[in-house]
């Protein structure tokens, strides 16, 4: 089974940043898509980021995260980045990293996920 781990969440103040990252392991090929979800408390898992395989990754955001974060990928050692900038309170979040080896598209939905990590909690005070 694919193992995911997320690293790099915290406290912050708004307006700062962070970078979350995630790296899977346990498998020896590489996903074709990993991305990031967000769950705040009493709310739905909701997509924020992914980063899918091509020429250069293609890259899908939210609209409430557009221009703010940026996802990225090293595909070679299946590591997915979220750089996180100009954090506001409603970003404040447990953040999930997800992947998939199958082809999966839109890749935007939770159901196009196949492995999960354990979150890592974001908390962004105003």
Excluded: H
Aim: charged residues 20%; proline residues 3%; glycine residues 10%.
């Amino acid at each position: 089974q694919v193992q995911l781990v997320e690293s790099g969440g915290g406290l912050v103040q708004a307006g700062d940043s962070l970078r979350l990252s995630c790296a899977a392991s346990g498998r020896t090929f590489s996903m074709s898509a990993m991305g990031w979800f967000r769950q705040a408390p009493g709310k739905e898992r909701k997509f924020v980021a992914a980063a899918v395989n091509g020429r250069g990754d293609i890259t899908y955001y939210a609209d409430s995260v557009k221009g703010r974060f940026t996802i990225s990928r090293d595909n070679a050692k299946n590591i997915v980045y979220l750089q996180m900038n100009s954090l506001k309170p409603e970003d404040t979040a447990v953040y999930y990293c997800t992947a998939v080896a199958r082809r999966a598209p839109p890749f935007t939905r939770i159901s196009d996920y196949d492995y999960w990590g354990q979150g890592t909690q974001v908390t962004v005070s105003s």
